[in-house]
């Protein structure tokens, strides 16, 4: 059973060196189906590309809220089976395996 957050990730409140490996180290816990969704003061499309470059086809994103202000942004995690689904599609080869990490996040 995978449990949500009740509330968006303010990622406003994150120092930026740690944002994106917070955001990563979530994405890989979720189960497929599951989302969660980030509040960001600018659009985070640079970490959709780079959830893509690390995970390609296996996350969907979509806006919730555009700006000006604040944007939020639900990221799930696409069913089992989807193109480009595999759940250890790290650049490492290795997430939740028990192997060390070697992706750098």
């Known amino acids: 059973m995978t449990i949500q957050p009740l509330e968006p990730l303010d990622v406003r409140t994150i ?3 740690v944002r994106h490996a917070t955001i990563f180290g979530i ?3 979720l189960s497929p189906g ?3 969704s980030i509040v960001n003061d600018h ?3 640079p970490l959709r590309r780079q959830i893509e ?6 996350y969907s994103w979509a806006y919730i809220v555009q700006g ?3 944007w ?3 990221i799930r995690r696409n069913e089992a089976g989807a193109r480009g689904a595999d ?3 790290a650049d490492c080869g290795g997430h939740d395996q028990g192997h060390s990490c070697t992706c750098g996040h």
């Open 87 to 89: 759940e250890h599609a």
């Open 27 to 29: 994405l890989e816990r």
């Open 43 to 45: 659009d985070p499309a």
């Open 72 to 74: 939020q942004i639900e």
């Open 68 to 70: 000006p202000e604040f």
């Open 53 to 58: 470059a690390h995970y390609p086809g296996a």
């Open 15 to 17: 120092p930026p060196v």
């Open 34 to 36: 599951d989302a969660f």
